[in-house]
């Protein structure tokens, strides 16, 4: 059944009534009553005879041009006295009343007769000033008139129910499919997306439930990715301090159980550091809103170098930062931890120097990058290494450093800002270069 038909339905019956008791009353007011002009149309004909044919006689000939057109005409015709004539039409208004006074027609539209008076001078004959005509059977229909305005709304209603029935009939089909859809959805299908043609009134709403479907399933890619990396790495450092303590239970001499508990605590804080980068790419994934307050770009970048100095003792980093940086609306912490991130993992890969370099363009915007001298990025893995837990070592070795999870909390952080960030070749150093692009 078509609800939404069914729905629309009675809004139109009572939208179209509305409209035509709105027409009524201000064609009354404007014009007057269209029944009474109607009625007065088809009563024309004996009305032009009384004016015409027997208001222009001589005094001697009016009733006997009266009786004249009584008998040609089939009228019910009397004299009645003024006093009674309010009677004849079951009562007079106030208007009606000084209408008759002025000599004019009074219809009686539900009695199919009219009364006039017969001569307000008295010149027709002795005491005509004190009588009414009254002329009934009138050839007034007006139910005609109004069964052919009711067809003209009837088909008025019909011209409108017809294209809305196939305009909603199409529009529920569209709903249904979407509704299935979203019931495959809930039943876990979350690669089943939703067609319709760009002119249809729910393309926007099926786009973006496609998008809610690939940003859920996608989330839950990143989730299964995120708990196999998890388990691997957490595995690592456990399976280290298991065989460490294996070998302190076989140890014999102090030394070597030293060397072993020198080895557990770093595992132990190598589990600890990899516990708080997860709970940082968590807080960065689960936030909806950031601290957004005005800060100074060149302080904040000068401050996140110098808590980086201890990274920099073997190579050499050069700042290229442009005097009219200004500030910036967001969250300081935050972009202090993505450009923290860069020059560390730059200072992890470069061999001897890494450049820091920012810039406002033309159009306000802001460019950040931090450049090294390293072996760089293969083009196929640049972006990969933005995913949590990617390494281009997939060795996983102590040596190399990190979790894989410095680049995607970068990432995440200037995302947040709905700014960009990408790998390219450095021009200058010929090592990696992460350029980040962020609105002004």
């Not at 509305?18 to 004996?46: T, V």
């Not at 936030?287 to 980086?308: G, P, Y």
């Not at 470069?350 to 033309?362: F, H, M, N, P, Y």
């Not at 700014?419 to 010929?430: D, K, M, N, R």
């Amino acid at each position: 059944m078509n609800r939404i038909f069914l729905r629309i339905f009675p809004l139109i019956m009572l939208a179209i009534a509305i409209a035509a008791i709105a027409i009524y009353f201000a064609i009354l007011y404007l014009f007057g009553n269209p029944i009474e002009d109607i009625a007065r149309k088809q009563a024309s004909g004996p009305i032009f005879l009384l004016e015409h044919y027997v208001d222009q006689a001589p005094s001697n000939d009016w009733l006997a041009r009266l009786n004249k057109v009584r008998e040609i005409s089939h009228l019910d015709i009397e004299l009645l006295p003024l006093a009674s004539a309010s009677q004849a039409m079951n009562g007079l208004d106030k208007d009606q009343r000084a209408a008759l006074d002025r000599g004019d027609i009074v219809l009686d539209i539900p009695g199919k007769s009219f009364l006039r008076r017969v001569d307000l001078a008295g010149d027709r004959y002795i005491g005509s000033a004190e009588e009414v005509i009254h002329v009934r059977k009138l050839p007034i229909d007006v139910g005609l008139e109004l069964k052919i305005e009711g067809t003209r709304y009837l088909i008025v209603l019909l011209c409108l129910l017809v294209p809305v029935a196939i305009w909603s009939r199409l529009h529920w089909k569209e709903l249904q499919q979407l509704s299935a859809v979203a019931n495959r959805l809930g039943e876990g299908n979350l690669s089943v997306r939703a067609h319709t043609k760009e002119t249809s009134s729910i393309h926007p709403l099926a786009q973006c439930m496609n998008r809610m479907a690939e940003r859920i399933e996608g989330l839950l890619s990143a989730q299964k990715s995120l708990l196999h990396s998890v388990s691997h790495e957490l595995r690592t450092p456990i399976s280290r301090l298991e065989f460490g303590l294996a070998l302190m239970k076989r140890a014999e001499k102090k030394a070597d159980i030293e060397a072993r508990v020198r080895s557990m605590e770093e595992d132990l804080q190598e589990l600890d550091e990899l516990v708080e980068e997860l709970l940082n790419l968590t807080r960065l994934e689960q936030r909806e809103s950031l601290q957004r307050l005005e800060f100074d770009l060149d302080d904040a970048l000068r401050e996140t170098v110098a808590k980086l100095d201890h990274v920099f003792s073997s190579t050499t980093l050069r700042l290229d930062i442009a005097a009219n940086l200004g500030v910036m609306i967001g969250d300081r912490r935050l972009i202090q931890r993505a450009v923290g991130n860069l020059l560390a993992n730059a200072a992890k890969y470069g061999k001897e120097q890494v450049i820091l370099s920012a810039k406002r363009s033309d159009n306000g915007s802001l460019h950040v990058s931090v450049e090294d001298d390293g072996p760089g990025i293969p083009e196929e893995a640049r972006e990969k290494v933005f995913e949590a837990f990617y390494r281009l070592d997939s060795s996983r070795e102590r040596g190399t450093g990190g979790f894989g999870l410095g680049l995607a909390i970068a990432r995440k952080a200037i995302v947040l800002h709905h700014g960009s960030i990408s790998v390219e070749q450095s021009a200058v150093l010929g090592g990696a270069a992460f350029v980040v692009r962020m609105p002004g």
